[in-house]
């Protein structure tokens, strides 16, 4: 499915020479890592290179009366530099179920299954906070109501909203889709995309953000929503609580249109 969009790698890496910026300020390095926004820092650019990658990972383990593990974990590397910030993200999320059957027997089901790998690549443009873009992800949800759902998108985008505790950034732009149905239908078509977040910084140590983007298709909107609270414990780990949601106008008939997730992660900045 990847290889029906080469271009997505090929543009997202095209920033990928040049020099870097330094360090994200305080505001960047409290909030939570973002999909679809990375705001470059606003001091002055060295010679060198800076990438800031972030790792995240919660589990949960259960036994007793009910058995069953459930991992999320997240990979996010930015990179910056005086012209590009570029994004690179791949996250997973898979859950199984213990049951005993009749004759006492134990078996281990995979309940969800879901992977999700993008790319972003952002020029910025004159006036600060301005940017052009492309964007690129591809989704393998094995028990989704798409099992497969693979996006390009171009367009522009603004800060809106820059205060020292807070901003608002939105983008907007045409996007093609391919996608396969959990009943094989499969479907492609163009889309508009548009997405917006907002970034709030509660306290020295804890910092808030909301994040939507949208797809309109002729066909399907498919939509992604995350809420997210996190506060640092010393300069590299913060906790993360999240609640993030994923919706599809059009599913199956067996498929609900909205799946949900609340999670708590740690999450370590290097």
Do not use: C
Not at 47 to 69: C, K, M, R
Not at 139 to 144: I, P, S, T
Not at 168 to 195: L, N
Not at 220 to 235: G, P, R
């Amino acid at each position: 499915m990847l290889m029906k969009f080469p271009i997505i790698w090929a543009l997202a890496f095209a920033g990928a020479t040049g020099t870097a910026i330094a360090a994200p300020d305080d505001f960047d390095s409290a909030s939570p890592s973002s999909t679809y926004f990375t705001q470059a820092p606003s001091t002055t650019i060295p010679d060198g290179s800076n990438w800031y990658t972030s790792a995240e990972l919660g589990a949960i383990s259960t036994s007793g009366n009910t058995t069953g593990t459930s991992v999320t974990g997240k990979i996010d590397a930015r990179h910056e530099m005086n012209n590009w910030s570029n994004e690179y993200i791949f996250s997973g999320f898979f859950k199984e179920d213990e049951a005993v059957n009749e004759d006492g027997s134990r078996t281990r089901t995979r309940s969800a299954e879901r992977f999700q790998l993008s790319a972003k690549a952002a020029f910025k443009l004159l006036q600060d906070g301005n940017r052009a873009f492309v964007l690129g992800s591809h989704v393998n949800d094995k028990f989704g109501a798409y099992t497969r759902y693979s996006t390009l998108a171009v367009g522009y985008g603004t800060q809106l909203l820059k205060r020292d505790d807070k901003t608002v950034d939105v983008e907007v732009g045409p996007g093609y889709f391919h996608g396969e149905s959990a009943s094989g239908e499969q479907e492609s078509g163009m889309t508009v995309h548009g997405a917006a977040q907002l970034r709030w910084r509660v306290s020295p140590s804890a910092a808030f953000s909301q994040t939507v983007s949208v797809e309109r298709g002729t066909s399907n909107v498919h939509t992604v929503a995350e809420t997210a609270l996190s506060t640092k414990i010393n300069d590299t780990m913060q906790m993360k609580a999240a609640f993030s949601a994923r919706s599809d106008s059009k599913v199956p008939e067996d498929k609900k249109n909205t799946d949900t997730q609340t999670s708590l992660t740690l999450v370590y900045s290097f």
